[in-house]
Structures are given as structure tokens and as C-alpha cells.
């Protein structure tokens, strides 16, 4: 049986606001040791859906300033970790509805040149 896992949230640490990193890592049930070693590298994170047996995984990107504390350099970071392997690893933007017109120019053209889906 195929597995696809359509909503998966890779985000650098350094990216999130400090309160936003501290109460996802304070998790108990969140390894941050192998959390490290798949955002440092999409080999580990294929590695890690070999050993599950994922197929593919949508990988989600977005802007939220406001609330989680990153903006559009995520959903480049997330288009370019993505790019090592197009045919598992599934890039997903959503952008911010409260962009300015120039903003989502500068966003619709990072999302073509990074061939996001979604």
C-alpha cells in the first residue's frame, strides 16, 4: 500500500519565534535530536520514509510573521530543501492575504522559479 503523507511542517528553529520553538520542543513526545538531523538534510528525512514506508510527503510552507514569526524565506527554504527529491518530497505554499501587491509579485515569482504545488 502507497503511503503519502500530505501535511508534513519543516521549519528551521532559527526561523520560529522563540515562544513558538520552545512550546513545540518542550513536547515530550517530539525527538528534537531527529528533528535536527531532517532539517539539516533531506537525506535523513528520506531515510526516515524508507523506514515507514512513506512514498511521498507534501511538505507545507507559508508566511506567518504575526503569529509563528516567519515570513517568505521559509517557503524558499522549503522549495530548495524539496528540490533534492521532486518526485518525494512535494513542496505546498500558502501565502499571507495580507501581502502587499509587490509582495505577492516577489511571492508568485519565488513560487514558480521553486516549482511549488499547491
Given amino acids: 500500500m502507497k503511503v503519502i503523507d500530505v501535511h508534513v511542517h519543516l521549519i528551521p528553529s532559527e526561523m520560529m519565534k522563540e515562544k513558538v520553538g520552545e512550546t513545540i520542543f518542550e513536547n515530550k513526545a517530539f ?55 521532486p518526485d518525494r518530497l512535494m513542496p505546498v505554499m500558502s501565502a499571507n492575504p495580507l501581502l502587499d501587491k509587490s509582495q505577492w509579485r516577489n511571492l508568485r515569482s519565488t513560487g514558480v522559479s521553486i516549482t511549488l504545488r499547491g
Fill in 31 to 85: 525527538n528534537l535530536d531527529i528533528y535536527r538531523k531532517v532539517i539539516s538534510s533531506p537525506d535523513e528525512l528520506v531515510k526516515i520514509m524508507d523506514q515507514w514506508g512513506v512514498e511521498k510527503i507534501n511538505v507545507m510552507s507559508y508566511s506567518s510573521p504575526y503569529v509563528m514569526g516567519f515570513d517568505d524565506k521559509l517557503i524558499e527554504w522549503v522549495g530548495k530543501y524539496c528540490s533534492s527529491y
